[in-house]
């Protein structure tokens, strides 16, 4: 079974300030992508990560996959109370590359 | 920028009765699925579809539940008798290719079963 493990679970810090979340798993995932879910809401996409060792950026986000397709993370620099949300790792496998989605990080950046 | 929608935004139901949600993927799109999101949970995979036909099924897709693409835009997912732990929100969501992969999701359906 695959699992995609993120942490930490919640994480509250002040507007400024950066930080990392983490996305894991044993298993190896063809792509992997990153979704911020606002409550009652659906996934919105933020990147799309394929292959290893790949690092993209949007603005203040940094994102990256591990050289092994196991791994990820998200870095925020600067961080802003509109990036307040739940973000959510999906890797992608089986046979149409369905989602396997991770445990989630809570975000809440204080002004 | 082309979205997915979906309908009903909220949908109360009895146990027992049978319920369609509806989803209008992006236009270009050729893999269509359906997660659900029990309340405090992960996101779980449902089902894919191409081509017509269901390409990829979890376990919680028993007989109970049921895909269609009637036409040219629309995708439904059904429940032909719902029960109390099918209670939660149902997203649908598409993708152009297979191999690269970006899925895009609608707003969700929030299903209430009492």
């Known amino acids: 079974t695959q699992l995609l493990k993120q942490s930490p679970q919640f994480l509250s810090i002040q507007e400024g300030e950066n930080l990392t979340v983490y996305c894991n798993s044993s298993s190896v995932f063809s792509s992997l992508q990153w979704y911020r879910q606002e409550p009652g809401e659906g996934p919105v996409l933020l990147v799309t990560v394929v292959t290893g060792g790949e690092v993209k950026k949007l603005k203040r986000l940094t994102f990256q996959f591990g050289d092994a397709r196991k791994d990820s993370s998200l870095h925020i620099t600067a961080a802003q109370p509109g990036d307040t949300g739940l973000y959510l790792c999906?890797?992608?496998?089986?046979?149409?590359?369905?989602?396997?989605f991770g445990t989630g990080t809570l975000l809440a950046v204080q002004p | 920028e082309p979205e997915v929608t979906q309908t009903p935004s909220h949908q109360v139901t009895q146990m027992g009765q049978e319920v369609i949600l509806r989803c209008v993927p992006i236009s270009n799109h050729l893999y269509f699925y359906w997660y659900r999101q029990i309340l405090g949970q992960k996101v779980e995979f449902l089902v894919s579809f191409y081509n017509n036909e269901i390409s990829e099924k979890s376990e919680i897709f028993d007989d109970q539940f049921s895909v269609e693409r009637p036409d040219g835009s629309n995708f439904t997912l059904k429940i032909r008798s719902t029960k109390l732990e099918d209670s939660a929100m149902y997203f649908c969501a598409s993708s152009l290719t297979r191999s690269y992969n970006e899925q895009f999701f609608g707003p969700g359906t929030r299903l209430t079963v009492l």
């Open positions: 999906a890797g992608a496998g089986g046979a149409t590359n369905k989602l396997i």
